[in-house]
T-cell receptor, first 111, second 112 residues
Framework: SQKIEQNSEALNIQEGKTDTLTCNYT??????LEWYRQDPGRGPVFLLL?????KEKRKERLKVTFDTTLKQSLFHITASQPADSATYLC??????????FGAGTRLTVKP | NAGVTQTPKFQVLKTGQSMTLQCAQD?????MSWYRQDPGMGLRLIHY???????DQGEVPNGYNVSRSTTEDFPLRLLSAAPSQTSVYFC???????????FGSGTQLSVL
C-alpha cells in the first residue's frame, strides 16, 4: 500500500541554524510533490511544488529537493527564525484529483 | 478577496445528529475538496469536485455527502454523526491540475 512518511514528529533547532525535513514515500510514482506549512489552528498554506524532472527548487530561505530514485524529498530551511516554527507537510498526487499528505513534522525554532 | 471561507469554526454534535459544514471560495476555482485531519494521520480526502454538478469520492467518504450546485459553494453533510467523525475538517480549492491547494481555516467538530 502507499505510504508517505515524514522523518519525525517534532524537531527543535536554534535560531540561525539550518535544518532538513524528510519526506519518504513508497508505492507512488508522483509527477510532482508539494510542501505546505501549517500553523496551529489554521489551514495548511502552499509553499513549493517540485516536479519529477527538477532536482532542486528554491524560494527565499527554503530549498526543496526531489529524488525519484530514492523516493524522497528533502526540505531545507536556512538561517531559521522563530517565525519558521510550524508544522510542515509534504503531499503527493495519488491520482489527478487526490492529494495525499504526510502526517507532518512540527518544527520549533528557539531564539 | 476572502479566499476559502468555512463555517462554523467549532461544532459539537450528539451521536446521530446531522449537520452541514459550509465552504465557499471566491477565486473561481473549478476544483474543491474536503479533508479531515486527525492526530498522527495527516490530511485525508473525503470528497472532491472538479466543477459544478460533478462530485466524487476520496479516500474516506463513508458517512459524508457532498453536492456542488455552484462553482463557489461545496457543502459537506454529515448524515448521522458518529464519534469516529470527531476531527478537524478542511475545505480546499485549486485552479490548477497541479493542486497547489488553498485551504480554509477549518472546522473543529466533536461528536459526543
Amino acid at each position: 500500500s502507499q505510504k508517505i512518511e515524514q522523518n519525525s514528529e517534532a524537531l527543535n533547532i536554534q535560531e540561525g541554524k539550518t535544518d532538513t525535513l524528510t519526506c519518504n514515500y513508497t508505492n507512488y510514482s508522483p509527477a510532482y510533490l508539494e510542501w505546505y506549512r501549517q500553523d496551529p489552528g489554521r489551514g495548511p498554506v502552499f509553499l513549493l511544488l517540485i516536479r519529477e524532472n527538477e532536482k532542486e527548487k528554491r524560494k527565499e530561505r527554503l530549498k526543496v529537493t526531489f529524488d525519484t530514485t530514492l523516493k524522497q524529498s528533502l526540505f531545507h530551511i536556512t538561517a531559521s527564525q522563530p517565525a519558521d516554527s510550524a508544522t510542515y507537510l509534504c503531499a503527493l498526487p495519488y491520482n489527478n484529483n487526490d492529494m495525499r499528505f504526510g502526517a507532518g513534522t512540527r518544527l520549533t525554532v528557539k531564539p | 478577496n476572502a479566499g476559502v471561507t468555512q463555517t462554523p469554526k467549532f461544532q459539537v454534535l450528539k451521536t446521530g445528529q446531522s449537520m452541514t459544514l459550509q465552504c465557499a471560495q471566491d477565486m473561481n476555482h473549478e476544483y474543491m475538496s474536503w479533508y479531515r485531519q486527525d492526530p498522527g494521520m495527516g490530511l485525508r480526502l473525503i470528497h472532491y469536485s472538479v466543477g459544478a454538478g460533478i462530485t466524487d469520492q476520496g479516500e474516506v467518504p463513508n458517512g459524508y455527502n457532498v453536492s456542488r450546485s455552484t462553482t463557489e459553494d461545496f457543502p459537506l453533510r454529515l448524515l448521522s454523526a458518529a464519534p469516529s467523525q470527531t476531527s478537524v475538517y478542511f475545505c480546499a480549492s485549486s485552479y490548477s491540475s497541479e493542486r497547489k491547494l488553498f485551504f480554509g481555516s477549518g472546522t473543529q467538530l466533536s461528536v459526543l
